[in-house]
T-cell receptor
Framework: AQSVTQPDIHITVSEGASLELRCNYSYGATPYLFWYVQSPGQGLQLLLKYFSGDTLVQGIKGFEAEFKRSQSSFNLRKPSVHWSDAAEYFCAVGPSNDYKLSFGAGTTVTVRA | DAGVIQSPRHEVTEMGQEVTLRCKPISGHNSLFWYRQTMMRGLELLIYFNNNVPIDDSGMPEDRFSAKMPNASFSTLKIQPSEPRDSAVYFC??????????FGQGTRLTVV
């Protein structure tokens, strides 16, 4: 069975500071990995995805994530956060032969001025 | 492309009433999902359709919940009778291949 763990429920970061959100997954084969962002009252928007190839993937809004197979991790990073990055972030895993996604519990990011 | 369209955006109903949530997937997407989001349980997959056929409904909580997809452009999620513990945000999502899943803005259901 596939599962995702996001160890941090809530992170507070200063505007302009760097941000890293952790994600660990459990899956028997090579997974498809995703990061989604949810702003208040909105649906989920895809930030980036990893299927294969280069383990460092670039996404929208200046985010990047690195796939580390040895650590079963897919951490999300942003070098300098903006107040508009305050949102909830979800890591998700899915099999390559199916469309079902399993989501982590989410990490809420608060940006202070 | 208007994206995945859900209606209503907000629904308040009394316990015991029937509730119907609606979803219009993105044209050309052949898979549709219904998710439920709560503080306690996070995002849960309720049911998944492929080419209008239910593939996996193992996440549907109980018989009070039912979902249909009569054609490629419309799906409903019905709760009858509704209970306060059904209060949540319900998301519809559609896709045509892994990594292309698009989510609607959700329906916030409150059962009082």
């Amino acid at each position: 069975a596939q599962s995702v763990t996001q160890p941090d429920i809530h992170i507070t970061v200063s505007e302009g500071a760097s941000l890293e959100l952790r994600c660990n997954y459990s899956y028997g084969a090579t997974p498809y990995l995703f990061w989604y962002v949810q702003s208040p009252g909105q649906g989920l928007q895809l930030l980036l995805k990893y299927f294969s190839g280069d383990t460092l993937v670039q996404g929208i809004k200046g985010f990047e994530a690195e796939f580390k197979r040895s650590q079963s991790s897919f951490n999300l990073r942003k070098p300098s956060v903006h107040w508009s990055d305050a949102a909830e972030y979800f890591c998700a895993v899915g099999p390559s032969n199916d469309y079902k996604l399993s989501f982590g519990a989410g990490t809420t990011v608060t940006v202070r001025a | 492309d208007a994206g995945v369209i859900q209606s209503p955006r907000h629904e308040v109903t009394e316990m015991g009433q029937e509730v119907t949530l609606r979803c219009k997937p993105i044209s050309g997407h052949n898979s549709l999902f219904w998710y439920r989001q709560t503080m306690m349980r996070g995002l849960e997959l309720l049911i998944y359709f492929n080419n209008n056929v239910p593939i996996d409904d193992s996440g549907m909580p109980e018989d009070r919940f039912s979902a249909k997809m009569p054609n490629a452009s419309f799906s409903t999620l019905k709760i009858q009778p509704s209970e306060p513990r059904d209060s949540a945000v319900y998301f519809c999502a559609s896709t045509y291949s892994p990594g292309t899943t698009s989510f609607g803005q959700g329906t916030r259901l409150t059962v009082v």
